[in-house]
T-cell receptor, first 113, second 114 residues
Framework: KAGVTQTPRYLIKTRGQQVTLSCSPI?????VSWYQQTPGQGLQFLFE???????NKGNFPGRFSGRQFSNSRSEMNVSTLELGDSALYLC????????????FGSGTQLSVL | AQSVTQPDIHITVSEGASLELRCNYS??????LFWYVQSPGQGLQLLLK??????LVQGIKGFEAEFKRSQSSFNLRKPSVHWSDAAEYFC????????????FGTGTRLTIIP
């Protein structure tokens, strides 16, 4: 069974641009969570999607948004990029809302210049 | 709200020596507890989990962890480390009732010396 796939693997953007990251969960998994990882803040929860609906949201500004499609694939978008948005963005899937066993992708490394 | 503390930021261990990584949690009920490992530039891989039952849980790669409710701890152990164990290790607590599925500790970076 294929794991969680995140694309692209690396991204370089400049301040003010926007970016879209993609995540394909493990087949059969319906819940997708996104985390931001930085050396200073560690792993911080962004949001969780289940059945195309955002179920939970972390403490991030509105520039961070996401969505989930009917096939459970998810995208997250960051608009008006800031230098501080440079991070590894990790997507994780789980079977359903109540399943806390998360399977992580390799992440998208975003660098904002 | 739940929280996780990993008091050791960085640990150095000789190859073949035993290892214990500390994790303390704060949670109002019986927690779901996890250990994940992350190699540089990679995602997180689940090593083991505790939901209920036997307080000593076995994981992959020869790791084990013991849940101690009285100490609010879930320490990760390995009797003999290998150079390939060098990585960052994260403890996490889960909740069906919290905002996020998993709350992570800040991680412990493990260095292995020959």
């Amino acid at each position: 069974k294929a794991g969680v796939t995140q694309t692209p693997r690396y991204l370089i953007k400049t301040r003010g641009q926007q970016v879209t990251l993609s995540c394909s969960p493990i087949s059969g998994h319906r819940s997708v969570s996104w985390y931001q990882q930085t050396p200073g803040q560690g792993l911080q929860f962004l949001f969780e999607y289940f059945s195309e609906t955002q179920r939970n949201k972390g403490n991030f500004p509105g520039r961070f948004s996401g969505r989930q499609f009917s096939n459970s694939r998810s995208e997250m978008n960051v608009s008006t990029l800031e230098l501080g948005d440079s991070a590894l963005y990790l997507c994780a899937s789980s079977r359903d809302r109540e399943d806390e066993k998360l399977f992580f992708g390799s992440g998208t490394q975003l660098s904002v210049l | 709200a739940q929280s996780v503390t990993q008091p050791d930021i960085h640990i150095t261990v000789s190859e073949g020596a035993s290892l214990e990584l500390r994790c303390n949690y704060s949670y109002g009920a019986t927690p779901y507890l996890f250990w994940y490992v992350q190699s540089p530039g990679q995602g997180l891989q689940l090593l083991l989990k505790y939901f209920s039952g036997d307080t000593l849980v076995q994981g992959i790669k020869g790791f084990e962890a013991e849940f101690k409710r009285s100490q609010s701890s879930f320490n990760l152990r390995k009797p003999s480390v290998h150079w390939s164990d060098a990585a960052e290790y994260f403890c996490a607590v889960g909740s069906n009732f919290g905002n996020e599925k998993l709350t992570f500790g800040t991680g412990t970076r493990l260095t292995i010396i020959p």
